[in-house]
């Protein structure tokens, strides 16, 4: 991993970025892309239109001033647990360490503030292995599977850790 890797807040940067980064990182699986998009686009003008409150929950990585990824989370169950939302990496910057990196920075966060569980929950097949085995790397559990409840055929999987 670049030991250049920063972290930096959403209002950092304009509206559609988010929205950005989601398409092309999943420009591998387009019909992931293609039933997500308009969910991807609603988030994206979630976060820079409520900046106090969606939008300080996440942050885009950058890398030599260049975005590489981003992550988020939901802290709308505290005090017993928080999820962790989106967590992508661009597929050009896949396997430098980047998303474990988000997660564990992550789970700082969520520790700082106080949470002792977190959820995240990915996909089952073979695309979304690589961040099966990120999550488990960092101390993520499986904790069920069940199908997605609008996408036909797409199976998630679930996961919980304790900090």
């Known amino acids: 991993m670049s030991c250049n890797l920063v972290f930096q807040s959403f209002s950092a940067f ?24 308009d969910n991807w686009k609603k988030y994206d003008e979630e976060v820079f ?21 981003f992550a988020s989370w939901d802290p709308r169950n505290r005090p017993e647990f928080a999820i962790i939302g989106h967590n992508c990496v661009l597929p050009v910057h896949r ?3 980047y998303g474990k990196a988000q ?9 700082a503030e106080g949470f002792v569980k ?28 069940s199908k997605h409840p609008t996408l036909s055929g797409f199976e998630i999987v679930c996961f919980e850790a304790t900090l």
């Open 95 to 97: 396997g430098k360490g």
């Open 103 to 111: 997660v564990k920075e992550i789970l700082k966060r969520l520790k």
């Open 118 to 145: 977190v959820k995240v929950s990915t996909g089952a097949d073979e695309f979304f292995l690589p961040a099966r085995k990120m999550y488990e790397s960092c101390g993520f559990k499986e904790t069920s599977r």
């Open 14 to 37: 304009s509206s559609g970025i988010i929205y950005g980064l989601l398409i092309k990182s999943y420009s591998d699986n387009p019909s992931l892309a293609i039933a997500e998009k």
């Open 49 to 69: 239109a409520h900046p106090d409150s969606v939008g300080k929950c996440g942050f885009i990585s950058v890398v030599n001033n260049e975005p590489v990824g």
